[in-house]
């Protein structure tokens, strides 16, 4: 049995891998290595007033720097802070909203790999 250390395949993605012992090689396999999922540990802030101007929320969790936010399905600008990276932001616009509405949001890698879902209230 070999062992394949998760720092040998730095990004998501589709590998061929051959065992190698002197003289002697196997054949190759494809292996899919698949990204870390972001986590998202929490937003700040929860709520907004619908209508009211737009305002900065503030996800905590741990990233690497190539993750979008996604408010309503949508994907949203962000900007990171910090080293390591446990903070990035995203403008929210409570003018696209009715009173009453819940925006998912979650941050997502760019093969797909998404954090739970929180919810962002408008009242």
Do not use: E
Request: charged share 10%; proline share 5%; with cysteine.
């Amino acid at each position: 049995m070999a062992q394949i250390v998760n720092h040998t395949y730095p990004a998501a993605g589709n590998y061929a891998i051959k065992v190698i012992d002197s003289a002697l090689q196997s054949t190759s396999i494809g292996v899919t290595v698949v990204g870390t999922a972001p986590v998202l540990a929490s937003i700040a802030p929860t709520t907004a007033v619908a209508g009211a101007a737009d305002l900065t929320m503030t996800c905590t969790g741990t990233f690497d720097g190539d993750q979008v936010i996604y408010v309503d399905g949508k994907p949203q600008s962000t900007a990171y802070g910090g080293n390591p990276l446990t903070t990035c932001t995203t403008v929210v616009k409570p003018s696209q909203f009715s009173a009453s509405d819940t925006a998912s949001v979650w941050v997502q890698n760019a093969d797909g790999g998404r954090s739970v879902t929180r919810a962002f209230t408008f009242t």
